[in-house]
Every structure is written in C-alpha cells, then in structure tokens.
C-alpha cells in the first residue's frame, strides 16, 4: 500500500500504510495474535483467550488500535 502511495504521489496513503503496519506489529507485541503465530511463540500448548485470538477478534484489536493511532 505505501508503494502505491509512492507511485501516486499520495502522502496520506503512505502515511496510513506506515500507520497500519506499526498497529499491527504493536497489537502483536501486546500479546493480542493469532493461534498460528502463538504457537510460533509458546510452542503447541496453547489456550484461546490465554495466548491468542479468533481472526475476528484479533482484526477487532487491529482495529481498536488503528483508531486510537489515528485519533
């Protein structure tokens, strides 16, 4: 997405991809993941609510976090 801002000339596109990347990479660092990537942390034993998301909460939480970011 920023590459395409770049080839647009379009700052603001750019400035949003920058800005979801960081939320995502955030998001992930609180602990808030994915089943596939929590077992890539804390090995085959894990437990839903404990050490990852459903895909929908986990957009949830991507969501949550890119509102306030661009508050």
Same mark, same amino acid.
């Given at each position: 997405?920023?590459?395409?801002?770049?080839?647009?000339?379009?700052?603001?596109?750019?400035?949003?991809?920058?800005?979801?990347?960081?939320?995502?990479?955030?998001?992930?660092?609180?602990? #808030?993941?994915? #089943?596939?990537?929590?077992?890539?942390?804390?090995?085959?034993?894990?437990?839903?609510?404990?050490?990852?998301?459903?895909?929908?909460?986990?957009?949830?939480?991507?969501?949550?976090?890119?509102?306030?970011?661009?508050?």
């Amino acid at each position: 997405m920023a590459f395409r801002g770049k080839l647009d000339n379009n700052q603001p596109l750019i400035d949003f991809a920058n800005a979801l990347e960081a939320v995502c990479i955030e998001t992930v660092e609180e602990g #808030k993941m994915t #089943k596939d990537l929590a077992v890539c942390v804390h090995g085959n034993k894990v437990n839903h609510g404990e050490h990852y998301l459903y895909t929908e909460e986990f957009l949830e939480a991507i969501d949550e976090n890119l509102k306030k970011k661009l508050a």
